[in-house]
């Protein structure tokens, strides 16, 4: 099946600096979304982006798909940035399916 | 516009007793999934429905059971638990299959087996 690997897996910066999450994985897709796990648990969907850019304030993710990777980037991190970031996978022989990256664990000190 | 709900939080059960988690969607979606997430690890599915009425298995759906016997309401069952099902569960639904179904989560349900 589809692998999925997220890189760095952990990551330490201080608050205001920037930093790029990278997402690969093994084979087509027809879905990819990025969350945000915040320390009390809770998924937050970040971005639907199977291909292309898209920006949400100081977030902003491409996807290449023809080259199967996405990369996730946050600009002037704040302390309420830190969590685990997901990338999740749909294949594309699937509807439904969602398979999941271990996480980048950020951690951002003020 | 609740989004996607979970009852109960959190739940603590001992080996061999049961439960049901409800899971509850008010956007109209089609698809609905329950995910299990052990520490340090990703998502994995458990089962899914496609519809009311439907379901699937997922990934790893042995020591479960699911209902859909409404549009909005996918529930997850535990008939006999055991230490291994600890873990945090989340249920996420979509609008559709195919290649729009962005999936919304609900904030998880934290069960412990004793």
């Known amino acids: 099946g589809i692998q999925v690997e997220q890189s760095p897996p952990d990551l330490i910066l201080q608050e205001g600096a920037n930093s790029t999450l990278r997402c690969n994985f093994s084979?087509?897709?027809?879905?990819l979304q990025w969350f945000h796990q915040n320390p009390w648990g809770q998924l937050i969907n970040l971005f639907y982006?199977?291909?292309?850019?898209k920006q949400n304030g100081r977030l902003s993710a491409t996807t290449v798909a023809t080259e199967r990777y996405s990369l996730l980037y946050i600009s002037s991190s704040q302390t309420t940035d830190s969590g685990v970031y997901f990338c999740?996978?749909?294949?594309?022989?699937?509807?439904?399916?969602?398979?999941w990256g271990a996480g980048t664990k950020l951690i951002i000190k003020p | 516009n609740a989004g996607v709900t979970q009852t109960p939080k959190f739940r603590v059960l001992k080996t061999g007793q049961s439960m049901t988690l409800l899971c509850a969607q008010d956007?109209?979606?089609?698809?609905m999934y329950w995910y299990r997430q052990d520490p340090g690890m990703g998502l994995r599915l458990i089962h899914y429905?496609?519809?009311?009425?439907?379901?699937a298995k997922g990934e790893v759906p042995d020591g479960y059971n699911v209902s859909r016997l409404k549009k909005q309401n996918f529930l997850l069952g535990l008939e006999s638990a055991a230490p291994s099902q600890t873990s945090v569960y989340f249920c996420?639904?979509?609008?559709?299959?195919?290649?729009?179904?962005?999936?919304?989560f609900g904030p998880g349900t934290r069960l412990t087996v004793t």
């Open positions: 429905s496609v519809g009311e009425g439907t379901t």
């Open positions: 999740a996978v749909g294949p594309r022989d699937s509807n439904y399916q969602l398979i």
């Open positions: 084979d087509s897709v027809n879905n």
């Open positions: 996420a639904s979509s609008y559709s299959g195919g290649a729009l179904y962005e999936q919304y």
């Open positions: 982006i199977p291909s292309g850019t």
């Open positions: 956007m109209n979606h089609e698809y």
